[in-house]
């Protein structure tokens, strides 16, 4: 992913003036990206250029232009009128606006979009074909597809339903245009946009987003530049600018030439692919050349690089462009349950037909080699989930999920997918397997734990084995012919009888039809053959000389012709040279030379390449000891005058075992020669004497036959240590990628234990954990304060342990949560007079599943002594209010509303309780000390100190109190309040 921003970008938010000098200057760049347009449509100035020619380059170029994808959703309106301000109306591409529209929603964006742009705006129509230079908009309650430049309306199976109308173009449009397919995600919610921008780099598009900072909302945008598949993040000013240098260049405008002879080209692309190997150890030399050009190329386009020397260049100096270059050439672009009716066949009959076959709880063992972000693992994983289910049957399930991207592996172990995979996994499935979290889906714990992620090259890593099911969909297309069928070697090998292939739709077994039979054509589903004679596999590496597709022309070529050195060299080796054989790391022997049938023999029963097992009877113990050596030095040894029975005479040979190191290709290939020393006429002489000492002597006879026969028996156990120690690599390397995936969960699970230790802590709540059966699982420190508990306690009822305080129905309280999930709560006393808040609540797993019970205590001393604190003042206060000689009442000056008094107001008032609530504190007192009563008592609480006010309180019987007020104001963090104290000057007792 390729970041490009000024530092006007990098300071936001930005002047208003900079960013119209930005949109400026990206418009005028933009101007001069079409100009080449222009010239080429224009009218020839003579008559030397054929109209013919100038005619179909037009035409060439009117049915192969880009058509651009956007999707916008909230806040997407700002980002389009951004966009359309800067886009040239003679691009030479079409525009395919899509949003997020309600179905009966009369969308008025072409209005909109015409005050920014000259180019002609359309609704899109059903069988409306796609031109140059125009912006089309999307239907409101239709989904839009393209097929042969031919836009689709497609009516949502469920209209309410959550759609991804973005995603569903985007898609569509990496089917029909491939490398011509552009998309450009803008400011929006959620994650709509983001699957289908992946499909579109695979199909090798290109792809931009807008810079997430600059977002009005940056959720769909932000999801987007995530999966790492973002070509360009780049304010919308600056998108049409470099949208139009893209298309210019020969990757997207076929008529122009890259200018680099066959030769020189093919060279360069070498010299990438080293760079490449140099700094990821991947080596692609044996990838479909095409394929790899095509990718380079693409890279070139997004810099606008034309020279393919210029490019290599340019990432020798920059080697983040090498890291982004190998993320392109992997091609990572998967999705769940791709391809549904080849899952659903997998399922009912693959899947159905393993999991029948097996016994309770037996290993059921697949590998998913290439699993990118791991969507075909998991959806494998589902199928099997849910045949277990219906068929009541559980297996040990193991699933290796492989892949050389390690990024892509760190992804896949995450288990952690945008909400928009809705598209292709059902409702059921959503509900049944994923926990959802904002936007986003998680696998949930029973699926995840099926899976093991490992970073491995098919290439260079030793495989898995004894499986029941591979899965390698959408990889082997990318690998040449010979890369193929080492391959499919090696899936045969790792196989159990029976086990099945599940290749991608546009992948096939080729030749290799006596190793697998064919399951069902359609959808490339195999099963291994039973009974084969087992091929040499070159586990784990192969060779990588000659490999390019040049140099694999010329080899076939000197094949079919007639070459006099080689003529010459195999005569001289026939006649002079010694008998040799080649055989790889397993012993099996890939080539022979000379009279070998003295050495090598032909065993009875199904045929074999294992020297051992071919070799001479009187050779295989000593070259068993010598290849067993040699494993270990790698060095050449020469046994000397080894005698061989030959009918009736002897052969006496030197025997010489060399490892082969002349390079890459030949690491791990050893030559054996057979260096016959004695004339046959002597060795017959030697023979004869021999027979006749057998014949005259019968105990040596004895010992040569218990020789013979221990001879046999070592070699046998032997060759059974050999099968083992094959085995225990394979098992080895299972390990290894298990010990990787289980140290990773060992990381989160010590990060999370020491999060929830440090949390546990700090509240300072004492809580104690119980399983269903109700035995203690771990406790926070806090609680010993409770409970006579020690770490040792762990595992024991809750009822076994002394308290300090009544735990008698402590018990049957937490029985009784977990039977019915309602939480219970109370308060306790302790006996040292503390007092605590006890809850009990039902104990649930990320799954949803109730495991136990939890109970918390809150120390809430302080609080019940404030409390009783409280009621003691309040007591008091209560007690002098009454019994006071001066009325007191408190009231709420803005409203006048009466909130509390004294028996004593009462008197002085002439009304009783209950009448006070119904009055006002104005309505008590006549307007003759002042002359708006409710003005001043709305005006007290605007006073900070103590007011003294003589006033006269009106009886109901008319009779007038002279009184002495003297207010207070009293605030809350709600209410501001007045209290008066009320003098009668009439009581004699005043003074």
């Given at each position: 992913m390729?970041?490009?921003?000024?530092?006007?970008?990098?300071?936001?938010?930005?002047?208003?003036?900079?960013?119209?000098?930005?949109?400026?200057?990206?418009?005028?760049?933009?101007?001069?990206?079409?100009?080449?347009?222009?010239?080429?449509?224009?009218?020839?100035?003579?008559?030397?250029?054929?109209?013919?020619?100038?005619?179909?380059?037009?035409?060439?170029?009117?049915?192969?232009?880009?058509?651009?994808?956007?999707?916008?959703?909230?806040?997407?309106?700002?980002?389009?009128?951004?966009?359309?301000?800067?886009?040239?109306?003679?691009?030479?591409?079409?525009?395919?606006?899509?949003?997020?529209?309600?179905?009966?929603?009369?969308?008025?964006?072409?209005?909109?979009?015409?005050?920014?742009?000259?180019?002609?705006?359309?609704?899109?129509?059903?069988?409306?074909?796609?031109?140059?230079?125009?912006?089309?908009?999307?239907?409101?309650?239709?989904?839009?597809?393209?097929?042969?430049?031919?836009?689709?309306?497609?009516?949502?199976?469920?209209?309410?339903?959550?759609?991804?109308?973005?995603?569903?173009?985007?898609?569509?449009?990496?089917?029909?245009?491939?490398?011509?397919?552009?998309?450009?995600?803008?400011?929006?919610?959620?994650?709509?946009?983001?699957?289908?921008?992946?499909?579109?780099?695979?199909?090798?598009?290109?792809?931009?987003?807008?810079?997430?900072?600059?977002?009005?909302?940056?959720?769909?945008?932000?999801?987007?530049?995530?999966?790492?598949?973002?070509?360009?993040?780049?304010?919308?000013?600056?998108?049409?600018?470099?949208?139009?240098?893209?298309?210019?260049h020969p990757y997207i405008d076929s008529v122009r030439s890259t200018g680099a002879t066959e030769e020189k080209y093919q060279n360069n692309v070498t010299k990438i692919l080293l760079q490449i190997r140099n700094h990821t150890g991947q080596d692609f030399s044996q990838y479909k050349q095409n394929t790899i050009r095509r990718r380079i190329e693409r890279r070139m386009a997004v810099h606008q690089i034309d020279k393919i020397a210029d490019y290599l260049s340019y990432i020798r100096e920059n080697t983040a462009e090498i890291g982004i270059l190998y993320k392109d050439l992997l091609i990572g672009v998967t999705n769940f349950f791709r391809d549904k009716d080849a899952f659903d066949l997998l399922k009912n009959t693959v899947i159905s037909e393993i999991i029948q076959r097996k016994q309770t709880n037996s290993a059921?063992?697949?590998?998913?080699?290439?699993?990118?972000?791991?969507?075909?693992?998991?959806?494998?994983?589902?199928?099997?989930?849910?045949?277990?289910?219906?068929?009541?049957?559980?297996?040990?399930?193991?699933?290796?999920?492989?892949?050389?991207?390690?990024?892509?592996?760190?992804?896949?172990?995450?288990?952690?997918?945008?909400?928009?995979?809705?598209?292709?996994?059902?409702?059921?499935?959503?509900?049944?397997?994923?926990?959802?979290?904002?936007?986003?889906?998680?696998?949930?714990?029973?699926?995840?734990?099926?899976?093991?992620?490992?970073?491995?090259?098919?290439?260079?890593?030793?495989?898995?084995?004894?499986?029941?099911?591979?899965?390698?969909?959408?990889?082997?297309?990318?690998?040449?012919?010979?890369?193929?069928?080492?391959?499919?070697?090696?899936?045969?090998?790792?196989?159990?009888?029976?086990?099945?292939?599940?290749?991608?739709?546009?992948?096939?077994?080729?030749?290799?039809?006596?190793?697998?039979?064919?399951?069902?054509?359609?959808?490339?589903?195999?099963?291994?053959?039973?009974?084969?004679?087992?091929?040499?596999?070159?586990?784990?590496?192969?060779?990588?000389?000659?490999?390019?597709?040049?140099?694999?022309?010329?080899?076939?070529?000197?094949?079919?012709?007639?070459?006099?050195i080689q003529l010459a060299e195999r005569e001289i080796l026939n006649k002079y040279a010694p008998s040799f054989a080649l055989i790889n790391e397993k012993h099996e022997i890939l080539y022979v030379n000379g009279n070998i049938h003295k050495y090598l023999l032909t065993p009875p029963g199904v045929p074999t390449f294992n020297i051992l097992k071919m070799a001479h009877e009187d050779l295989r113990y000593k070259l068993s000891a010598i290849l067993h050596k040699i494993s270990r030095r790698k060095e050449t040894i020469i046994e000397k005058e080894v005698k061989i029975r030959d009918n009736e005479h002897f052969l006496t040979i030197d025997l010489t075992v060399k490892p082969l190191k002349t390079g890459i290709a030949t690491e791990g290939l050893t030559m054996i020669i057979f260096d016959e020393k004695l004339p046959a006429e002597k060795a017959r002489k030697k023979g004869k004497a021999s027979l006749k000492i057998s014949k005259e002597d019968p105990q040596i006879t004895k010992l040569e036959l218990e020789l013979k026969s221990t001879k046999e028996y070592l070699q046998a156990t032997i060759e059974e240590l050999e099968t083992s120690n094959e085995e225990m690599k394979s098992t080895n390397e299972e390990l290894q990628s298990t010990n990787e995936e289980l140290q990773n969960k060992l990381n989160e699970l010590s990060r999370s234990n020491n999060d929830l230790n440090n949390l546990l802590a700090s509240t300072e709540i004492a809580t104690i954990f119980l399983d269903t059966k109700l035995n203690i699982v771990r406790f926070?420190?806090?609680?010993?304060?409770?409970?006579?508990?020690?770490?040792?306690?762990?595992?024991?009822?809750?009822?076994?342990?002394?308290?300090?305080?009544?735990?008698?129905?402590?018990?049957?309280?937490?029985?009784e949560v977990l039977r019915t999930l309602v939480k219970k709560e109370c308060q306790i006393q302790t006996k040292e007079q503390a007092f605590y808040n006890m809850r009990i609540l039902p104990y649930r797993t990320v799954d949803n599943v109730i495991d136990g019970v939890v109970i918390t205590f809150i120390d809430v001393t302080k609080i019940k002594n404030t409390e009783d604190a409280l009621r003691l003042i309040e007591s008091r206060f209560d007690m002098l209010n009454q019994s006071s000689l001066f009325g007191i009442v408190l009231f709420n000056p803005e409203s006048g509303v009466i909130v509390d008094y004294n028996k004593k107001f009462e008197e002085q008032t002439g009304r009783s309780l209950k009448e006070q609530h119904t009055y006002k504190i104005w309505d008590c007192f006549s307007p003759e000390k002042t002359k708006n009563p409710a003005e001043f008592f709305q005006g007290l609480s605007k006073k900070n100190e103590t007011v003294s006010m003589e006033m006269n309180i009106r009886r109901p019987d008319g009779v007038i109190v002279p009184v002495c007020l003297m207010s207070t104001v009293i605030k809350t963090s709600k209410n501001i309040y007045v209290q008066c104290v009320v003098k009668d000057l009439t009581d004699p007792l005043r003074t």
């Open positions: 390729v970041r490009k921003k000024t530092e006007a970008e990098k300071k936001k938010p930005a002047q208003t003036g900079k960013k119209e000098a930005l949109a400026k200057e990206s418009k005028v760049q933009a101007k001069k990206a079409v100009t080449p347009t222009v010239a080429k449509t224009a009218m020839p100035k003579t008559k030397t250029i054929a109209p013919a020619r100038d005619e179909k380059v037009i035409k060439e170029q009117t049915m192969t232009f880009p058509i651009v994808g956007i999707g916008a959703s909230a806040g997407g309106l700002e980002a389009l009128e951004g966009f359309f301000s800067n886009m040239p109306d003679n691009s030479n591409l079409a525009v395919v606006v899509i949003q997020h529209l309600a179905p009966k929603y009369k969308s008025i964006m072409a209005t909109l979009l015409n005050k920014y742009t000259t180019m002609k705006i359309l609704e899109i129509n059903d069988g409306m074909r796609a031109l140059p230079n125009c912006v089309y908009l999307n239907t409101p309650g239709m989904d839009v597809a393209i097929m042969n430049r031919t836009f689709q309306l497609i009516q949502p199976l469920e209209p309410h339903a959550y759609r991804l109308p973005i995603d569903f173009f985007f898609r569509s449009l990496a089917d029909d245009l491939g490398e011509k397919a552009i998309c450009i995600v803008l400011s929006g919610t959620g994650t709509d946009g983001t699957l289908g921008l992946k499909a579109i780099k695979g199909a090798g598009g290109m792809t931009m987003a807008q810079d997430e900072t600059e977002a009005k909302y940056d959720s769909m945008p932000r999801s987007a530049i995530n999966t790492g598949a973002v070509d360009l993040v780049l304010p919308v000013e600056r998108m049409p600018g470099e949208l139009l240098k893209y298309i210019k059921l063992r697949v590998w998913v080699a290439g699993c990118a972000t791991g969507e075909e693992a998991y959806s494998i994983a589902i199928l099997i989930a849910e045949i277990m289910e219906k068929k009541q049957r559980q297996c040990n399930v193991q699933i290796f999920a492989t892949d050389i991207d390690s990024t892509a592996i760190e992804f896949a172990r995450a288990g952690i997918y945008p909400d928009s995979i809705a598209a292709d996994v059902s409702k059921e499935r959503l509900k049944q397997f994923f926990i959802k979290e904002d936007n986003s889906y998680k696998l949930k714990k029973r699926i995840r734990e099926m899976l093991v992620f490992a970073a491995q090259s098919l290439i260079k890593d030793p495989p898995f084995s004894r499986l029941d099911l591979v899965s390698c969909r959408n990889v082997l297309i990318y690998m040449d012919a010979s890369l193929q069928k080492k391959i499919l070697s090696v899936f045969h090998y790792t196989l159990n009888k029976d086990g099945y292939l599940f290749l991608g739709s546009s992948e096939t077994i080729g030749n290799f039809t006596d190793l697998f039979s064919t399951e069902n054509a359609k959808w490339k589903i195999y099963k291994r053959k039973s009974g084969v004679i087992e091929k040499g596999v070159d586990l784990p590496a192969l060779p990588t000389k000659g490999v390019f597709q040049s140099d694999r022309k010329e080899e076939k070529k000197d094949y079919g012709e007639i070459n006099i926070t420190p806090m609680l010993t304060k409770l409970f006579n508990m020690l770490l040792s306690d762990i595992g024991r009822s809750i009822g076994d342990i002394t308290a300090k305080f009544n735990t008698d129905t402590l018990r049957d309280d937490s029985a």
